[in-house]
């Protein structure tokens, strides 16, 4: 076990300096068939020994996939994961639990280990809203299931750390640009350079993109009213009418930024980014007038991580984090001024709200490697931060600018959050790792939260691993769910969701070849939703004047829910022909239910049997890489079933999406290419819209775009051009 464990310490440094790895032990061959993570336990380990199930998706694979968001990285590549795509910011699920209208909620997304979420709305977005430029992604670790045992809240369905590549990685000059017919474009440049600073080796890399989507125009069938509050223009008047081709909604822009550098012992990243969408259309959620540009949403970052690394001895490891970050939101939705607003002076209202967090944070984590192999390592930190909250809501007049109503929904906050927490590992004997931790988190706003996690490897034979994890996590409840904002109620109860989980997997290597199968069963308690006031409470308020008397529709957030989760994960992977021809395929069936308020059912939108296939052959140098990848979605409820009484709940069909990708090179000039299409089996999405309630005749859904696809160039300068096949 010791010789295993210094091997994967000079294998996770070889890989850190991305220098050339020589042949050595068979210890080292072995565990070069393995992916190195550290997301997991914050430590390099081989994948079978994490604490976890985890996932390795690398920036060779985005290339050769054609792969442009994590989110479509998710669904054509990961294990475990599917999103939803209700065309604005995409729905993301692991393991049969996808929470509509989540914003990420329930995922940790990082960035070189700096959480994103933010604690206003609690969001991570996983399309091009994520703020990271694809080009900058060096490989992407997901771990599913709970892990808040060292990243606190949110880490309830996984955590997914994103890598972006170093100096040394990212050699030379880059240009990049691609176009989607009718959908999208996007441009990017970056570079990245090693040189020596104040006498010590230093790396910089650097990443700039802008992506914009125009289209394509969306079929929405026409709904008639007499009364509603959004509005379909014909010539500028208002017709009672939502629906037919939307034109100018489906929209988003996207500029952002990275800037990586490693100089000695010290590793900075500065993260900045925008991204501005449309509402393409009615939904549970916003009522906004018919393809209008007008009603949108805005997110704004800028984000500072600054980390030192010190190993004064083979026993002692010191790492210091110091974080800073801003985040603003902004959401602007249009309605009909008589309808909705009560206004019969002007004809739209604009509901405004705005929104804004930053914070700022100190993080020290000692590693005690006593016995100087990693056989036995004690790892111990605290994490520290202060945040601070503010957000409003206004009605305006949209053509002025001007508001006719107070200002609602006010929030401002400053609170710290301080989380000490501890990991142990041990390796007795050679076959068996144990890893067990726990971590605190001290919020004013609730009692304190334990975080424990306890996870056993055992290696019956040398290539097998059979590995048992029992977890918690939690989610903190956000300001906008315990302040008052957006026709929300202030609760005075609502605390923190909380998710158990205990899973078991064996891994099996035959060569290059893995297989993986595990069984999970997972426990969700006090789910935050919110459900509309009750008319004694609404008046009761109503006359205290803490609530308007002409609005309507007041909701407020509770802890209401639970869901019970059981399932399987199985994947196969592996390469042909000396790694010349890579497959894999990976599947996921569920169990879900959620329960509350005494009734028992199926999550709206959520499938409970999804998965991906995919293979890519390397033909030879020169050639091009044709590729391959399949993703599957089995039939799942709508996402507003539950509004209203039917015969049987309406669902959405089962579907696949297919993408072929050709990539390659051209010669050694340093240009590169990239052309790939997807079609998907069906154009009904989960997601229904338009302003009706459903027991409509016919119900419209958000449609999927049935066939699209792209084109890329590339021009990689000033360093080495030639193409990095996979291991």
Known sequence: MRRRRIALGVLAGTLFAGS?????????????????????????????????????????????????????????????????????TPDVGARGVMLLGDDGKHFLLLVNGHAINDPLFGAARFDQGAGIPIDAIDHVEVILGPGSVLYGSNAMAGVINVITKTGSTYKGGHLLADFEPGRSARGGAGIGTTFELFGAPAELSSSVEYYERFGPDLHFPEHHYAVSGVAYRKGGAFDSVWGGNAKEAYFARAPQGVLRLKAGQFDVTVMGSAYERGIPYTDRVYDVDFDDPKSLELDRSLRVDLR??????????????????????????NRNARYECFRSDFETCQYYTAGLASWAGLEERLSLNWLSDSSLVTLVGVDARLRHVRAKQDALDLDTGQAFAPTRGHIADTLPLVSPYVQQTWSPVRVLDLNAGARLDVDPRFSAILSPRAAAAVRPFEKTVVKVVYSQAFRAPTWAETDSANYQVAPSDVKPEKVRSIEGSIEQRFGPHRVLFGVFRTRWEDLVESSPLAPADQAALQAQGVLPFIAQGFTQFHNLASIDNYGYNAGLSGAFASGKLRYGVNATAAYTRQAGEGVTRELEASPQMFGNARLALSLGEGLPVPALAVRYVSSRLVDRAYEATYASLPEAPAYAELKGTLSGDVGRTGVGYTVSATWATTGQSAYVAGPALLGEPALAYAPIDRFRAFVGLRWDFMGDTSRKEAP
């Open 308 to 333: 030192h690394d010190a190993t004064p001895s083979t026993l002692v490891q010191l790492t210091s984090r110091a974080y800073a970050d801003y985040f603003d939101y902004q959401r602007r939705v």
């Open 20 to 88: 050339a790895l020589a042949d050595g032990s068979s210890d080292l061959e072995a565990l070069l068939d393995e992916s190195v993570v550290t997301t997991a336990s914050t430590t390099a380990e081989t994948a079978s020994s994490a604490p976890g199930t985890s996932v390795t998706l690398t920036a060779d694979d985005f290339r050769t996939f054609g792969i442009r968001t994590l989110a479509e990285a998710i669904d054509f590549l990961s294990l475990g994961m599917t999103t939803g795509d209700p065309l604005k």
